[in-house]
């Protein structure tokens, strides 16, 4: 989405992958239409993964991949190990064959996604036990774990692609890599560490299949604030920011540069934001951690059309709320590990906690939940109950039929004989013309549409006389729709015929 290109005249390509509608980057103008987010429902098995082994003091930092090849979820995750953790952040002794790793890589898998096995290993020793889940520990540590469908090709050809931030002798945090055909063996990197300069928080890589470079997300070398000044800032609220580092490997980023920080309405901190991508976007799961005394994290959502301008919506609404006083994340919710996507359904697995992070980490044992919402449900444009409108930008019609997501909203359905208010939905397609403004194309207008208000992650859009858009396929044009008590998310084009 280049929007630059876009204000010089050219429409945007969007090709068949999913338009999410959710700011400017995709949509021209709205009338009448509010954006709404959508909180995922929690599982009602939550937690469905806790410390439960003797190396494990605490989990987090969790990834899960649906392995469609095995058959089985596959997760990696952070464990903690207290006591190391106090001997090289307290103590400054960089020594852990001698007192073990602060953050170390723990491997399980699952048939469901929500019973977790944590297979005891050969050959992966921790300490005094011989068999473990721990598949890998770096060389001082490994931290932030990232793991991903490796696109690299070459010499570094394997399944999965891992990035953990691990330390060097001296302290300095370095950027690390691994590969692995199976989940379990990895090897590193001979080119590790592929940077070094890494601040502490959970790093996390992305790749951009449409601009064709590297995002890693972290946090900043340099900020505006400094401690230990008479009147100025705390360290709870000027290191934490997240930055960006571009490049087009993994081996040659240049320098982090800031791209969120707390605005005015905001928690004092942005802990981290783990980044993925969706069709159209970018969507970044943000921890904001609150001030003391408990420093409490909340799960937000942001989203961006580039990777590096970001936007959250105004009123700053929590994505997942904490759980109710008896929870496992009745005192934070942080560190939503990337999207799963079964069926029509995606899945995100996050860090719950019944403390913040001021309660102190050995007795603010953390655990992994699981929520759920239908696909690229983030944030829906919805129409009043009077009626609205939303027009997209420009684009190129890459495919005949046109696909909505839409729902209806809370306390309507679409039968007219009990809605309060009937929903309504229609859709008109405008070109430019002679005139020199946009206008309807004959028979794709609003009074023609004969598309339903209903509650479908994929809805086909259809005229009285024209069961898609072939005539259009390849032409530059506008989309209105009409949305009365009804949300839309996103469209996309469709090949006919196609899933």
Known sequence: MNLESYCAGEPLEVGTETVLLIDNATVEDRWGVS???????????????????????????????????????????????????????RFKDWQAERHGYPYFVCYAESLDGVHWDKPMLEGKPYGQYEKTNVVVTGQQKAQGVRVMWNPLGGVQQSRFLMTYKDNLAEGYGCLCLAYSDDGIHWREDPSNPAFIGLRDTWQNMVFDPVRERWLMFGRPVCTAGVGDVPGGPTEHN???????????????????????????????????????????????????????????????????????????????????????????????????????????????????????????????????????????????????????????????????????????????????????????????????????????????????????????????????NKQDMAELVGRPVFLRFYLKNVGLYSLRFRDGGSG
Request: proline share 7%; hydrophobic share 40%; net charge negative.
């Open 238 to 464: 000027f290191k934490r920011r997240t930055a960006v580092m571009v490049g087009e490997t993994p081996y040659d980023f240049g320098q982090p540069r800031v791209v969120m920080w707390p605005e005015e309405v905001d928690d004092p901190d942005i802990d981290h934001m783990v980044v993925s991508r969706v069709g159209s976007h970018f969507i970044g799961f943000v921890g904001m951690m609150g001030p003391p005394p408990h420093m409490a994290f909340h799960l937000h959502l942001a989203f961006s059309s580039d990777g590096l301008h970001w936007n959250m919506l105004p009123d700053r609404s929590v994505y997942l709320p904490h759980g109710g006083s008896d929870a496992f994340d009745s005192g934070s919710t942080s560190g939503a590990g990337g999207i799963v996507r079964m069926g029509n359904t995606d899945f995100i697995y996050y860090r719950g906690s019944r403390h913040g992070q001021a309660q102190g980490n050995r007795n603010n044992v953390s655990g992994i939940g699981r929520a759920q919402f239908l696909q690229d449900r983030f944030v829906a444009q919805m129409g009043a109950h009077t009626g609205g409108f939303l027009l997209t930008r420009e684009m190129v019609v890459a495919a005949p039929e046109l696909i909505v997501n839409t729902t209806v909203a809370d306390g309507y359905n679409s039968d007219p004989a009990t809605a309060i208010v009937p929903p309504e939905f229609a859709v008109e397609v405008l070109r430019f013309g002679e005139s020199g403004a946009p206008s309807p194309v004959p028979g794709f207008t609003l009074a023609d549409c004969t598309t339903q208000a209903v509650d479908l992650v994929e809805h086909k859009v259809t005229w009285k």
């Open 35 to 89: 954006r709404v987010l959508n909180v995922p429902i929690k599982d009602p098995h939550n937690p469905v993964l806790m410390p439960d082994r003797p190396w494990e003091d605490s989990v987090g930092q969790q990834n899960v991949i649906y392995d469609d090849e095995a058959g089985v979820f596959r997760m990696w995750y952070a464990g903690t190990d207290w006591n190391a953790w106090m001997h090289q952040f």
